[in-house]
């Protein structure tokens, strides 16, 4: 496949080094909070391309996403809070794990966190490895990396290094740095605050370290084939994840880094910081679904920009609705074989499909080529040439889309966990039949009304009652 790789700007031909399985590192969520769906496009999007790996292209993936678990941002909210770091970051590293479970994400092969005794050990290795290289130096108990040491720094963000040093935006993390452009790799620690001594002095590890440390811990030899993250972090997170990493071994760190661009709500990137943030379950609350949120994300190409909005939510919304229906519609064809090449059809509705997902991650197209079936296939049924073996076929071909989108297979999961017991509502069709039999319309209209206000809509047919969620 082809994937945009951000270290050369170009889109490249992407295989893994070992021609089957793909190593995959993402920087997770740092758990002071719960995730906003800012942070949440950028999951899918990684999620996207991970199914594409597996089920399009074939490969194993070996995916590690971590926690950043110990940071200033951590560290003053559990202060705050006053509750002991972990138990404080414990609560988002859960939320997380629901969130992403109502976004369809598939669970990863790793998830470390940045406080487990040997990810702390495995950073302190990589510290000692660059002292002993010569890239460091210490300063009022910290621990720095001089960049100067580096002639290579500045590779992926395409920096030269006259040009960042007034002036460029530089790591909160700054104590007695002798060069601006310095980052810290192990803090000394202040008085209150949460401190490990493994051979450095009492301190905690910089944000960078985390990732590069966690990494070739859980993937191993670099380079590893892809990373990835929010466009956000090039720099100077993975610049300097790259620092770390190159100049603790010698060789290259990561042969491709994946980047998603920003969602933006009110024309400004959605962030903690900025307080523009909604949270999965504040979006599910006001009555849409996982399945919805996780199109909205997906839809728009990972390297633009998308703006957040209810509106365009009700679209993904009406979008998700004609794919169901469509899919629910193919259940219900009744009759023999009767559609002409459509077995031809499907094999190039999917290659189409296959060559968008394959180039650099195309969804906007995949959905189109969908979709462009959807109306084909509707058309045949409604004019009576698609019989119940070829609603089959076609139903076979959209599980197949399926695997890659991780839609339809989200919507059935929550069409069986209905705001209302599926016993329950067919109880209230069956009391509802009575009622219309025996002619007590008004009953039957206060059934149809209360399960419409619990989320049930009611749909009559030649064949019976059915009912979808709304
Ligand atoms: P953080 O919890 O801030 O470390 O971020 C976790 C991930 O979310 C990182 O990959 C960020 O780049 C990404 N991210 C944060 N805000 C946004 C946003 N508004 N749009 C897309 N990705 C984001
Ligand atoms: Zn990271």
Request: aromatic share 8%; charged share 25%.
């Amino acid at each position: 496949m082809n994937l945009y790789n951000t270290l050369s700007r170009t889109e490249e031909p992407f295989v893994p080094a070992d021609g089957r399985t793909v190593r995959l590192y993402n920087c997770g969520l740092t758990v002071y909070a719960r995730g906003h769906v800012g942070n949440f496009r950028t999951f899918v999007a990684i999620d996207v391309l991970r199914r594409t790996l597996r089920y399009l292209e074939g490969y194993e993936v070996q995916q590690v996403t971590n926690f950043t678990d110990v940071d200033d941002k951590t560290i003053a909210a559990a202060a705050a809070a006053d509750e002991p770091l972990r138990a404080y970051t414990d609560r988002y590293v859960a939320a997380f794990g629901e969130d992403a479970a109502v976004l369809g994400l598939e669970p990863v092969e790793a998830n470390p966190r940045a406080t487990d005794d040997e990810n702390m050990r495995a950073m302190v290795e990589m510290i000692e490895a660059l002292e002993a290289r010569g890239h460091t130096y210490r300063s009022e108990g910290s621990v720095y990396f001089r960049i100067a040491s580096l002639p290579s720094y500045g590779q992926l963000a395409r920096l030269d290094h006259e040009g960042m040093q007034a002036g460029a935006r530089v790591d909160s993390d700054e104590y007695a740095k002798q060069d601006a452009r310095d980052f810290v790799l192990w803090k000394a620690s202040k008085p209150g605050e949460p401190s490990w001594d493994l051979g450095l002095g009492p301190g905690r590890p910089g944000w960078h370290i985390e990732c590069s440390a966690m990494a070739l811990r859980l993937l191993g030899q670099p380079p590893i084939d892809i990373h990835g993250g929010g466009i956000d972090l090039i720099f100077p997170h993975h610049e300097n994840e790259i620092a770390q990493a190159e100049g603790a071994t010698g060789v290259p760190f990561v042969r491709c880094w994946f980047h998603v661009e920003f969602l933006n709500f009110d024309s400004e990137k959605m962030s903690k910081s900025i307080g523009n943030v909604f949270t999965v379950p504040e979006i599910v609350a006001r009555g849409f679904r996982g399945s919805t949120l996780r199109y909205l994300l997906m839809s728009v190409h990972y390297r633009k920009q998308l703006t957040f909005s209810w509106e365009i939510l009700e679209q993904a919304e009406a979008a998700m609705t004609r794919l169901s229906d469509f899919v629910a519609r193919l259940g219900r064809v009744t009759g023999p074989a009767a559609a002409v090449e459509l077995s031809a059809r499907l094999d190039r509705a999917r290659a189409e499909f296959r060559e968008a997902m394959t180039d650099d991650l195309n969804v906007p197209r995949a959905l189109s080529v969908v979709f462009d079936l959807l109306r084909e296939v509707n058309g045949a049924i409604d004019a009576g040439t698609l019989g119940a073996p070829d609603a089959a076929a076609v139903q076979e071909t959209f599980a197949w889309f399926d695997q890659v989108l991780g839609v339809l297979s989200l919507r059935r999961a929550e069409d069986e966990q209905p705001p209302v017991p599926v016993e329950e509502i067919e109880q209230l069709i069956e009391e509802r039949r009575a009622a219309r039999q025996s002619r007590n319309f008004a009953r039957a209209d206060e059934i149809r009304k209360d399960l419409d206000a619990r989320g049930i809509v009611l749909e009559d047919s030649p064949t019976g009652t059915r009912w979808k969620r709304k």
